[in-house]
T-cell receptor, first 116, second 110 residues
């Protein structure tokens, strides 16, 4: 079946640095990718919808200048957490929407970010 | 009221028991997903359903579109099945964004 990869799977960084997380659809093209985050013991929350070739659509309360999303190609979307703070520590998951009659969605395995 | 509700929130059972986790939704969906999340966070997609029933090994997922309800069953449960199980509805009116249930924490005791 279709595969979505995320890189890195885990990252530890110092406060104030920027971290880039990549989401790739490995064997299909995805015009739309979604980014979610999950705080400990909570459900996943949609951060933004990433559309290839256009600006991402951010959910209310998500700072677009802090969480930069770039969907430069049909197989790659990146999420950059800028000037990371400890409260940004979370689990970030992407999903990619494959075309076809059912608009199948495939999930990346997630990236665990720890900001010290 | 959440658009996707799961029950139970927590479930502890003995090895070998038959497990059922329920998911109800209130939005129009194109598909419903069941996912498994182990400690440490990694997510595995178990099923994507738009109708009927699917089976994979000891896991069975069913969906009733009219009743807007889905169930995940685990037969002959094993301690390695211990995880958080999450259902998520793909909302056809919102560009297929996923609406997530809160998850069910399952513990299978040996």
């Amino acid at each position: 079946g279709a595969v979505v990869s995320q890189h890195p799977s885990r990252v530890i960084c110092k406060s104030g640095t920027s971290v880039k997380i990549e989401c790739r659809s490995l064997d299909f093209q995805a015009t739309t990718m979604f980014w979610y985050r999950q705080f400990p013991k909570q459900s996943l929350m949609l951060m933004a919808t990433s559309n290839e070739g256009s600006k991402a659509t951010y959910e209310q309360g998500v700072e677009k200048d802090k969480f930069l999303i770039n969907h430069a190609s049909l197989t790659l979307s990146t999420l950059t957490v800028t000037s990371a703070h400890p409260e940004d520590s979370s689990f970030y998951i992407c999903s990619a929407l494959a075309g076809g009659p059912q608009e199948t969605q495939y999930f990346g395995p997630g990236t665990r970010l720890l900001v010290l | 009221k959440n658009e996707v509700e799961q029950s139970p929130q927590n479930l502890t059972a003995q090895e070998g028991e038959f497990i059922t986790i329920n998911c109800s939704y209130s939005v129009g969906i194109s598909a419903l997903h069941w996912l498994q999340q182990h400690p440490g966070g990694g997510i595995v997609s178990l099923f994507m359903l738009s109708s009927g029933k699917k089976k994979h090994g000891r896991l069975i997922a069913t969906i009733n579109i009219q009743e807007k309800h889905s169930s995940l069953h685990i037969t002959a449960s094993h301690p390695r099945d211990s995880a958080v199980y999450i259902c998520a509805a793909s909302d056809m009116d919102s560009n297929y964004q996923l609406i997530w249930g809160a998850g069910t924490k399952l513990i299978i005791k040996p």
